[in-house]
């Protein structure tokens, strides 16, 4: 059976959104200047991503692909409302997350966990997606989760990010997946991840660490100092991959163009659907990203293959992003 339609929500409705200036303490600023509410992709088969197939061979046949062996919790979820929320996997520490929950969410909805910069907090997602991006989420059934760093977790706020192997962040993305799926009904094939500078780097890491279950990624000043490996390089998970040009450097060492490029050449060599931005604008949150990041996640669930944007982004997308 095909996936559940997700609630319709209008396609391109600007919405005009100013934003104070604010920044994470790592140089990061910049101002939201508005939104496009996303675009479900309805004209094709139903499932929202636009490709008028349900597998994504191209045939117009077929089961949407689903990911298989989803995590489910390890400890007693909370109830999902909008606010500061403690999850309590079994085998790590209580962790709060900054959840964003509509008032009445139906199923069928995505999830997005969103990872916070060096010095900033989980609510930083909320400047880099635009309040009325989220609203446009979880009036969807949508989830927006944002972990707030783990006590012990060193200099940096991922554990990934300190060069520790210590799966915590892993575990709690597991529990905050499986619980959004158990209490809310999200959708297992709309699972998707962002976050800036190091928050940029660790969803990077968690792609590729649970690329058996995400459906796509955005990162802001991301990208990857190694190769990575594939948890499953058969799930062609699709990224949008932004930074901020040659200027885009972080403590005058870290480029995050040449990380970033790094990271589309490895998913672009495995087959995967990727394109970068360049927004020129150094090592900063641009504004007006959020609503281009949610049209990419609404239009590629899991297994999305070939990409409706393989042949060209949507023209309201920015300038700066090419294929």
């Avoid at 085998?91 to 990872?115: A, F, M």
């Avoid at 997946?177 to 890491?205: F, K, N, W, Y």
């Avoid at 594939?230 to 200027?247: L, Y």
């Avoid at 609503?291 to 070939?306: I, L």
Wanted: glycine share 12%.
């Amino acid at each position: 059976m095909r996936s559940r339609l997700l609630p319709a929500i209008p396609a391109l409705l600007l919405v005009a959104c100013t934003a104070e200036p604010e920044s994470d303490g790592d140089g990061q600023t910049g101002t939201d200047a508005g939104m496009t509410e996303a675009d479900t992709g309805e004209s094709g088969d139903g499932d929202g991503d636009g490709d008028g197939d349900g597998n994504g061979d191209g045939d117009g046949d077929g089961e949407d692909p689903t990911p298989q062996n989803l995590p489910t919790p390890t400890g007693a979820c909370p109830t999902f409302e909008s606010g500061y929320v403690p999850f309590s996997p079994a085998s790590i520490d209580q962790r709060t997350v900054r959840l964003w929950v509509g008032e009445d969410p139906q199923p069928g909805g995505l999830l997005v966990i969103y990872w916070h910069a060096y010095t900033s907090g989980a609510d930083e997602a909320a400047f880099t997606l635009s309040a009325p991006v989220i609203e446009a989420i979880t009036a969807a059934g949508g989830v927006v989760a944002a972990p707030f760093a783990a006590d012990d977790v060193g200099e940096f706020p991922w554990f990934v990010v300190n060069n520790s192997d210590r799966q915590d962040d892993m575990l709690l993305a597991d529990e905050i997946v499986a619980c959004a799926i158990e209490q809310v009904g999200v959708d297992p094939r709309r699972i998707h991840s962002s976050g800036m500078s190091a928050g940029g780097l660790q969803t990077t890491a968690f792609s590729m660490a649970r690329s058996h279950y995400i459906a796509s990624s955005a990162s802001f000043s991301g990208g990857t100092f190694m190769q990575l490996p594939f948890e499953d390089a058969s799930n062609k998970f699709s990224a949008m991959i932004i930074h901020g040009g040659d200027n885009d450097i972080f403590g005058g060492a870290v480029n995050f163009k040449t990380l970033s490029t790094a990271w589309f050449n490895q998913l672009r060599d495995n087959g995967n659907f990727a394109f970068m931005c360049d927004h020129g604008g150094g090592h900063t949150i641009p504004s007006g990203y959020g609503s281009s990041v949610a049209n990419f996640f609404f239009a590629h669930p899991f297994g999305t293959q070939p990409s409706p944007y393989a042949e060209a982004l949507p023209a309201e997308f920015p300038t700066d992003c090419s294929l």
